[in-house]
């Protein structure tokens, strides 16, 4: 009795503990901390302190009056006082990240602004997001305190003046305004974020002043545009499954990327630019790419590199940027290149020079067309660490039978998206054995495929494929088509298993076995019988 009631003091101290309080706190709901902040004064401040460490902005100015609509905007419903003032202050502190969604009259701030007892009202207010774009509310969030800043595309340019002064501590800058007018103030402003560490940007501001400018940030780790739609750069390339053509006036960068080439090479950069890039995820054309990858990898520290071009590029200029990459960027854990359309193909005796890229784990070309059964090979042979594989968007598809290449070489993909050609039968007898045994997802993308192939696909895939492995197929494809591509996704474990049964009576091989829908079928019924 004596150890069970030790234990019990022992777990009531426990349970006063700050630290410990707020760890269980930031894993319960909402609801659950209103419960708790009731249960003793110790667990009210830490269930508070979380409750309104994250708040919108309506909330947390409802602390001070009930509020009113006037058309789109909320107002205040009534003059404050002292005593609004005193209860507002006893949460205000609690505050770390604070959300913009609602519209507020611009009298709201004004009465915040006038009746504030500090400058920094939110005294521990760590990031914010999409705050008021007018210069005369901005300053008013603009906390030496806060690291993590998002802005929206109404932004006013002219607020990123404010932020070397009055938010000097900045570490992760999202920044998707499309106003370029104040020409040089975006790159003069955050080339004095000597705290700046990630920086996503709209691609209208990415132009020659600002690559330049950045390039002296000590801490910088990446680098990310973002299009008109506020996606990330990425979602503007060629879809998975096909060919996006985005319109040029959404994609094309500000500055003429000819020029903007040419700028780099007229700039005086530092002996040791970007001495922290990790990753860049940027839209600029290929030829642009190739002369800020040099500067941007001089301290041989980048591992992600992700190029969106927005034009129509040359097979050339594809095959040059490819070869460039596998010459100076050795050290890359993630590629991903794409082109606007399939403008040419490659040819098939070129080199990629993708091969030099030996810790590669993820590797996406998108519209990177017609190459060879040898140039294939070459390419993947030494990439053995590969876990993610997408070829998609070329004018010529690629055969199903390359998936027995892909997975001798291979074997650690967990995701493979290919446009998938059934018809095209191989030159040269496949491999006896091939396995993609840590495949968890395959897309075949847009492949066109008969009813009478179907047996003959899941036959092939039960081959190479994992049991639990998903088989994926593009959402658009023709209602005979896509029930087709059922039958195969239906049928490919069932073949799978009856595999793994025969390995285990021991009369086949895994691989060396060949079934039907219809011998399956067969086989089940005679085993019924018996």
């Known amino acids: 009795m004596e150890d069970a009631s030790g234990d019990e003091a022992e777990t009531a101290q426990a349970l006063v503990i700050p630290e410990l309080l707020r760890r269980i706190f930031e894993f319960s709901s909402a609801k659950s901390n209103v419960s708790h902040a009731r249960v003793c004064k110790n667990w009210c401040e830490e269930a508070l302190s979380v409750l309104w460490s994250s708040v919108e902005a309506y909330p947390l100015f409802t602390l001070l009056a009930p509020m009113k609509s006037f058309g789109l905007e909320l107002s205040f419903a009534r003059d404050l006082g002292e005593g609004d003032w005193a209860r507002f202050e006893r949460y205000a502190w609690r505050v770390k990240s604070l959300h913009f969604t609602t519209q507020f009259s611009p009298s709201v701030f ?63 800058l999202t920044c998707r305004t499309r106003d ?40 910088l780790q990446s680098i990310t545009t973002v299009c008109k739609r506020n996606s990330p750069v990425h979602q503007m390339a060629p879809s998975p499954f096909g060919v996006a ?26 002996l040791n630019p970007f001495p922290s890039l990790v990753e860049l995820n940027v839209q600029i054309r290929f030829t642009t790419a190739i002369e800020w990858i040099q500067i941007a990898n001089r301290a041989g520290s980048l591992r992600v590199l992700k190029i969106h071009s927005p034009c129509k590029e040359s097979a050339a200029d594809y095959m040059h940027l490819t070869n460039y990459v596998g010459l100076l960027c050795t050290g890359l854990e993630t590629l991903e290149l794409s ?54 968007g070329g004018q010529t598809k690629t055969p199903l039978h390359q998936i027995a290449r892909i997975a001798l070489h291979c074997a650690k993909l967990k995701t493979l998206k290919v446009d998938v050609d059934t018809w095209k039968m191989p030159a040269a007898a496949l491999p006896d054995s091939f396995f993609l045994g840590h495949l968890q997802t395959l897309h075949v993308g847009s492949a066109n495929i008969a009813q009478t192939q179907a047996t003959f ?11 639990g492995c998903l088989i994926d197929f593009g959402p658009d494809l023709p209602a005979g088509v896509a029930s087709t591509w059922v039958e195969v996704q239906k049928w490919v474990p069932v073949l799978i298993k009856a595999r793994l049964e025969e390995r285990g009576l021991g009369s086949e091989s895994n691989f060396g076995f060949v079934a039907t829908p219809a011998t399956h079928a067969k086989t089940a019924k005679r085993r019924k019988k018996k």
Request: some cysteine; glycine content about 4%.
């Open 339 to 392: 082109r606007c359309d399939a403008a040419g193909c490659i040819p098939s005796e070129a080199s990629c020079g993708l091969e030099a890229l030996t810790s590669l784990k993820s590797l996406t070309l998108r519209a990177f067309d017609a190459w060879s059964d040898r140039q294939l090979e070459h390419m993947l042979a030494p990439l053995s660490e590969l876990e993610t594989l997408v070829i998609t």
């Open 180 to 219: 370029t007018s104040s020409g040089s103030i975006v790159p003069s402003a955050l080339k004095q974020l000597q705290s700046l560490v990630h920086l996503t940007i709209s691609h209208e501001c990415l132009n020659v002043d600002l690559f330049h400018a950045l390039a002296s940030l000590p801490n």
């Open 457 to 467: 696909v899941a036959n092939f895939l039960s081959r190479a494929l994992p049991l």
């Open 110 to 172: 004004h009465t915040v602004a006038v009746g504030r007892r500090r400058l920094d009202f939110l005294p521990n207010l760590e990031a914010v997001y999409d705050p008021p774009p007018s210069v005369n509310v901005f300053p008013l969030f603009a906390h030496a305190s806060v690291r993590t800043l998002e802005v929206h595309p109404s932004f006013e340019a002219k607020n990123m003046g404010l932020l070397p002064s009055r938010m000097p501590r900045i570490e992760r």
């Open 245 to 270: 053509t985005a319109p040029q006036a959404d994609v094309t960068p500000s500055s003429d990327t000819g020029s903007a080439a040419a700028g780099v090479a007229s700039r005086v950069f530092p």
